[in-house]
């Protein structure tokens, strides 16, 4: 008779939130289960349609080549104690880094263009210079409006007074301290 107190216990097993939180841990187990299943079949897939295609490669006669390879081919050159302690390289590295140099990539620009124009291209494309160009704009729109002037000036004179009698009442605050 003691013991109908339990089961409210929180720690006790038969609480509901108790058994709530089993049950949805219980879930997401079985949940992870299939999702790892479900990805280590789609890899066993990949797998088995790569081997088709490597089969269908070798009885046609075509030579497969592994698009990752180029990744871990060594390529000669200084290693990297040399290049960090910096070690001169070989004359045919020098040559092979000349050609490489010379060549163009899709993102260069012609080695013709003179200073001015290059000047000209880092002027027009600079943010900072756009935003100043319309924040001159701006404020040219609004010195050109008579009426905007007008109502930006009767602004400023309201802040002026509401200033001034800013003043006038601490300083009456401190006249009022003193005596």
């Known amino acids: 008779m003691a013991t109908k107190f339990l089961h409210k216990k929180s720690w006790h097993t ?15 187990a079985e949940a992870e289960a299939r999702k790892m299943k479900e990805l280590q079949h789609e890899v066993a ?52 880094l000349e050609q490489l140099s010379r060549k163009q990539g899709p993102g260069q620009s012609a080695p013709e263009v003179n200073a001015m124009q290059d000047a000209q291209t880092k002027i027009m494309l600079d943010p900072l210079l756009a935003i100043k160009q319309q924040e001159a704009a701006a404020l040219k729109l609004i010195l050109d409006n008579p009426v905007r002037m007008k109502k930006i000036q009767e602004d400023k004179k309201i802040k002026e007074l509401l200033k001034k009698i800013k ?13």
Do not use: C, F
């Open 45 to 96: 897939e990949e797998n088995r349609i790569y081997e088709l295609k490597r089969m269908a490669d070798q009885a046609a006669g075509i030579a497969h080549v592994d698009k990752l390879d180029w990744m871990y081919a060594v390529k000669a050159g200084p290693s990297p104690d040399e290049y960090l302690l910096g070690r001169k390289l070989k004359d045919w590295d020098t040559k092979e």
């Open 14 to 28: 038969s609480n509901l939130k108790n058994i709530e939180t089993v049950w949805k841990a219980e879930q997401a």
């Open 167 to 179: 003043e006038e009442k601490k300083l009456k605050k401190k006249l009022k301290k003193e005596k």
